[in-house]
């Protein structure tokens, strides 16, 4: 059942608040060129959101600085409606110096910010549209080492303002010796520069069985992702979404070949509320109390 995105198996109430209102979520993503951003969207919410490669764009020699670009879709499963948008930022990582790189990221979900501060503010809060980002996966390269500094410069300065949830990109190329290392090592580094990842909440009402899903996610971060959007056939004959190699297929949707599955349910089917809960009461408010305090308010 690869058409199936699993949004609608969000709970009951917010099933109902969303086939009223609809519902939006938007999710930024980071990482260099090349590491599979696009493709990872497109295998989330199975649709491409995204024009060919083909298409002409700018090479990163002429546009000097990262882009940022929004694309949304409206999403409708057994009658849930979604509007995701999701926010890329090509360019990132491509120049000779990158020092800066995270500068346009982060003054992005700023604005968002602010954006809705003010809409707050106003008289007639009824309608107000949710565009904060609610989400940003971020790509790291599957090199095996460690982090790179850049890596820990714009994980550093984002992980106060939104919720981070890093995978390492086309996991397909590492074995999984390699991939259990390498998220080793990412994880010290995220620990000994103490960045913050979204956790999925835990309550006191979670059932055993959910406690221990939610540790089972925990302990997969960074998730090993691949991501396909074409289906081929495996050489026992089942069609499956994955990439195609000499010695067998790596299968997207298979939790043995990869944390697709993983970060599917931590930011589409389980975690979509939490994600968006998390960004309205800590991350936001943690930023607009400090926005008025500096103001003097
Ligand atoms: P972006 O620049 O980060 O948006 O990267 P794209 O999504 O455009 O992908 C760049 C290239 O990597 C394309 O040729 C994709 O087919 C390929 N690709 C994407 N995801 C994966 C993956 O998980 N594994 C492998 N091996 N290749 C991938
Ligand atoms: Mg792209």
């Known amino acids: 059942l690869t ?47 995204y024009p060919p490669r083909s298409e002409k764009r700018p090479p990163a020699e002429i546009s000097k600085t990262v882009a940022i670009k929004s694309v949304s879709a409206d999403l409708e499963e057994r009658g849930v409606k979604l509007r995701l948008t999701v926010v890329d930022t090509p360019g990132f990582g491509d120049f000779v110096n990158n020092e800066d790189a995270w500068r346009p ?36 390269a599957p090199t095996g080492h460690s982090l790179k500094p850049l890596d820990i410069a714009v994980m550093t300065k984002l992980h106060d303002k939104v919720n981070l949830i890093p995978v390492i990109a086309k996991s397909d190329i590492l ?14 580094d995220l620990d000994y520069h103490r960045i913050n990842l979204f956790e999925t909440p835990r309550y006191e009402v979670d059932s055993d069985e959910t406690m221990e899903e939610k540790t089972t996610i925990i302990s997969k971060i ?41 970060l599917r349910a931590m930011l589409v089917k389980n975690y979509m509320e939490e994600l968006k809960e998390y960004t309205n009461e800590i991350l936001y408010e943690n930023y607009r109390s400090a926005k008025l305090m500096a103001m003097g308010v």
């Open 3 to 49: 058409g199936f995105v699993g949004f609608s198996n969000l709970p009951i109430q917010w099933h109902r608040k969303s086939i009223q209102n609809g519902f939006n979520f938007n999710v930024m993503v980071v990482g260099e060129s090349g590491l599979g951003k696009s493709t990872l969207v497109s295998t989330l919410f199975n649709m491409p959101l």
């Open 105 to 140: 990221i982060l003054e992005n979900i700023e604005q968002r910010f602010d954006a809705f501060l003010e809409a707050e503010n106003k008289a007639n809060r009824a309608n107000i549209v949710d565009n904060r980002i609610h989400a940003v996966i971020y790509f790291i």
């Open 175 to 188: 074995t999984d010796e390699e991939i259990i290392a390498f998220k080793a090592r990412i994880r010290a």
């Open 222 to 262: 960074p998730f090993a992702i691949v991501g396909a959007t074409s289906e081929v056939t495996t050489p026992d004959g089942r069609v499956v979404r994955g990439r195609k190699y000499p010695w067998g297929v790596v299968e997207v949707d298979n939790e043995d070949h990869c944390d697709f599955l993983k």
